[in-house]
């Protein structure tokens, strides 16, 4: 049953998940450019001297992306699903609401989380050639709450879509949007470093939310 489940999801978010992987590769390598610039126009003391003492933020481009990511698979998911009605009659097949929802959710959540830890990877590769391990350790602890902020952006998204009632959903966006932001502020490098794990922690709260809204939009609760 998952492996239908799974291959009707992907039918759903295909074009919208590549057009994602090109636009996260299409980042990777204007980072890689940049780098490479750099490193021409500059001897390679004076740009290290410019990330480390002066903690430059040369990847900065990464920012927003895992946001963008996972708002962008969560709609193409779930939206279709809502305004045809489709998620209703697939919350009727024969099996619990909640597995029905936990198998979509998981494969949604797997490829955002696949697409943007095979982009860290990117990232690190790219950076790697570079510079010594110690900037690669900091850019790592910088743009990780950005990446948290991209799975958790995944299913707060599709709560949001799911749920039935305007107001609950407006009350849903405003504390995504206060959540989110705070994890893609713009801070010292390594800000989030002694946090981070709390944040994580706060997000996996978010996970369970799709089912709360899942079983009302079941009960046509508005």
Not at 43 to 50: E, G, I, P, Q
Not at 79 to 104: C, D, G, I, T, Y
């Amino acid at each position: 049953m998952f492996t239908a489940i799974a291959f009707k999801e992907w039918l759903k978010i295909r074009w919208t998940f590549l057009a994602m992987v090109l636009v996260c590769a299409g980042i990777t390598v204007n980072v890689a450019l940049d780098i490479s610039h750099l490193m021409t126009l500059e001897k390679a003391t004076s740009v290290w001297s410019y990330v480390i003492l002066m903690q430059y933020p040369f990847y900065s481009s990464f920012r927003y992306l895992p946001l963008l990511v996972g708002v962008a698979v969560a709609v193409a998911q779930f939206v279709p699903e809502v305004l045809q009605a489709r998620l209703k009659l697939a919350l009727h097949l024969p099996l619990r609401e909640n597995r029905v929802l936990l198998w979509m959710v998981t494969y949604g959540g797997g490829m955002v989380l696949a697409l943007l830890l095979l982009t860290l990877l990117a990232a690190v590769g790219v950076t790697i050639r570079s510079f010594p391990s110690a900037v690669v350790r900091s850019m790592v602890w910088t743009m990780a709450p950005w990446f948290v902020a991209g799975i958790i952006s995944y299913f707060l998204t599709a709560t949001i879509v799911v749920e039935s009632r305007w107001l609950r959903r407006v009350f849903l966006i405003l504390l995504a949007y206060g959540f989110l932001d705070t994890l893609v502020l713009h801070v010292a490098i390594e800000a989030y470093r002694p946090s981070l794990l709390w944040f994580v922690l706060l997000g996996l709260l978010t996970t369970t939310g799709i089912l709360v809204s899942g079983h009302r939009f079941r009960k046509g609760v508005r």
